[in-house]
């Protein structure tokens, strides 16, 4: 889970609630219920608003309680600003957890600290050789190295390719709902790799450019209910 948008918004209450009124019963992803938060203590940059990533932090946690998510908490720790984006350091599936190798060598550090959470948690931990951060690289390479991933998933891994810069990580410009719905902002992708999301059917809700830059793909699902940034009403009205 993360917190902290690198702008500053308007308002500090920037997630609103909505609830869809309908999601197929078969699922690409199995609806989340426990989360894993860090506090953005330490998330200080000079183009930060601190207090506003602080203020935004609790909005998020207050909305997930709301929801009747579970919460846990790793330790947050100096000299480690990108810890409290969370989601980038493991892929997790039931009680496997898959490290994330990070290239970036202050993000390197935070390595240690998510694999002695998950093995006090009693996980267990896996971690590929090749370079790979979660939510960024699972979805985006074909990545089979010592750790064979399919063994751990329900559903076959497609390879994707994104072709805009804006738009690195995966859960930026696409949204897994609870069954075979997903939004997306297709100009992310190349042909193919949209072929690929679109032959598993479902129903595409497709996202502006305006809202895709504003985060609406790193929507929060849990249950039938869905956490959607502020300012993204057009991703709203598709999900209705």
């Known amino acids: 889970m993360c917190c902290g948008r690198k702008s500053v918004a308007k308002s500090p209450s920037r997630f609103k609630l909505f609830k869809p009124k309908q999601l197929s019963a078969q699922s690409l992803i199995e609806p989340i219920k426990k989360f894993l938060m860090c506090r953005p203590t330490f998330y200080d940059f000079p183009n930060i608003n601190k207090h506003l990533a602080s203020e935004q932090w609790t909005n998020l946690y207050d909305r997930i309680i709301e929801l009747n998510g579970s919460i846990q908490f790793i330790k947050d720790q100096p000299d480690l600003p990108y810890m409290t984006f969370v989601s980038k350091n493991a892929f997790v599936h ?3 957890v898959i490290i994330s190798n990070f290239k970036d060598s202050t993000k390197k ?3 240690e600290w998510f694999v002695g959470w998950f093995i006090e948690n009693k996980f267990k931990i896996e971690y590929p050789y090749q370079n790979y951060e979660s939510n960024t690289s699972f979805f985006m390479d074909n990545l089979i190295s010592d750790v064979d991933i399919s063994e751990y998933l329900v559903n076959k891994i497609l390879p994707i390719n994104l072709i805009d810069s804006r738009f690195a990580n995966l859960n930026n410009c696409f949204c897994a709902l609870n069954g075979k719905d997903y939004m ?10 949209l072929n690929s999301i679109r032959n598993l059917g479902g129903k595409e809700i497709v996202i502006s450019e305006n809202e895709a830059i504003n985060m609406a793909c790193n929507s929060l699902i849990i249950g039938n209910s869905v956490i959607v940034p502020k300012n993204c009403e057009k991703t709203v009205y598709g999900l209705e």
């Open 94 to 96: 039931k009680d496997v």
């Open 109 to 111: 550090l935070e390595e």
């Open 184 to 193: 997306i902002f297709p100009e992310a992708f190349d042909e193919n790799s």
